[in-house]
């Protein structure tokens, strides 16, 4: 870890990860942070807009999901970028594999900060976040069900 | 229940502490998670309360979760609340809110804050609650 975020930024430059599936995005942005680079998210491409809209932020490089929902998809938001905001790169990443990889790209351009862990690691947390929330919701469910007919919540 | 001692490898840092930020306006979640992060805090953003839970009913480790009541998404913040509630039970929780606390989000929450968010005081009452929650096994 890095205290001094200013100094991480300008040493590393700063990455806007879009990405609308929550637990693709954090796993990612977390290796990014791990690896030296300032990230800021965007859960879809109009909060983006937002972000890049403000010049006073700098992007180094905008790395998107190809398909969100909201009114632009990765590959608008990259003609958006490539108008607007020219010196700023653009990585467009339409699987979860693909996602993996560039992030290890990312890493790797890194002079000062080695690669935290193996980009198979990070694809194999993405998988087990993922397996992790599907019995989980049954669960919640079932007991939001019993919380409301004034059972116990456990 | 969920089993949250799924063995994770590459970890959001599992000894560190861990913060929920759940915010749907981008710049201001941007802020709450710049300043807790420059804490040396982990954070997770959320974008609305869909994806909130999303992430506490994943197997990450999380100790508090910080909320705006009011959220674009199909769960707001005191429907996340209620949810926390449920699958989180030692959570501690702070909800936020442009107007003044109604009952239930009195009842739901460890704290509640008046938007726009006073950074440092929110900065800091994240960490005391942290801090209890270290001392109390979380």
């Not at chain 1, 990230?39 to 403000?54: M, N, Q, S, T």
């Not at chain 1, 990443?93 to 790797?108: E, F, I, K, P």
């Given at each position: 870890m890095v205290d001094n975020d200013a100094e991480l930024?300008?040493?590393?430059?700063?990455?806007?990860?879009?990405?609308?599936?929550?637990?693709?995005?954090?796993?990612?942005?977390?290796?990014?942070?791990?690896?030296?680079?300032?990230?800021?998210?965007?859960?879809?491409?109009?909060?983006?807009?937002?972000?890049?809209?403000?010049?006073?932020?700098?992007?180094?490089?905008?790395?998107?999901?190809?398909?969100?929902?909201?009114?632009?998809?990765?590959?608008?938001?990259?003609?958006?970028?490539?108008?607007?905001?020219?010196?700023?790169?653009?990585?467009?990443?339409?699987?979860?594999?693909?996602?993996?990889?560039?992030?290890?790209?990312?890493?790797?351009?890194?002079?000062?900060?080695?690669?935290?862990?193996?980009?198979?690691?990070?694809h194999d947390r993405i998988r087990r976040l993922l397996a992790s929330r599907r019995p989980a919701k049954r669960d919640l469910q079932s007991a939001l069900e019993r919380a409301s007919l004034g059972g116990p919540v456990q | 229940m969920v089993n949250f001692d799924v063995a994770c490898k590459v970890d959001l840092e599992q000894d560190q502490a861990t913060v929920l930020v759940a915010e749907d306006e981008v710049l201001i979640r941007l802020m709450i998670a710049d300043a807790l992060r420059s804490e040396g805090l982990t954070v997770i953003e959320a974008s609305s309360g869909d994806e909130a839970l999303s992430v506490l009913q994943s197997a990450l480790p999380i100790q508090l979760l910080v909320t705006d009541i009011r959220m674009a998404s199909e769960l707001d913040g005191l429907a996340l609340a209620r949810a926390a509630r449920v699958a989180r039970p030692g959570l501690k929780l702070i909800v936020a809110s442009s107007q003044q606390a109604g009952d239930e989000a009195t009842n739901l929450a460890d704290a509640f804050f008046t938007k726009p968010y006073a950074l440092s005081a929110l900065v800091e009452r994240v960490k005391s609650f942290l801090k209890e929650a270290q001392h109390g096994g979380q």
């Open positions: 930024a300008e040493l590393a430059g700063t990455v806007l990860v879009v990405e609308d599936e929550v637990l693709i995005r954090l796993v990612i942005a977390q290796y990014l942070r791990d690896c030296g680079y300032r990230v800021i998210e965007a859960a879809h491409a109009d909060e983006a807009l937002l972000v890049l809209r403000k010049s006073e932020i700098e992007i180094d490089v905008v790395f998107t999901d190809v398909e969100m929902p909201g009114s632009m998809d990765g590959f608008a938001l990259s003609q958006w970028v490539r108008s607007n905001r020219p010196g700023t790169d653009v990585i467009l990443a339409g699987s979860v594999g693909r996602a993996v990889q560039a992030a290890s790209d990312l890493c790797d351009q890194q002079n000062n900060v080695p690669k935290p862990y193996d980009p198979q690691n990070v | -």
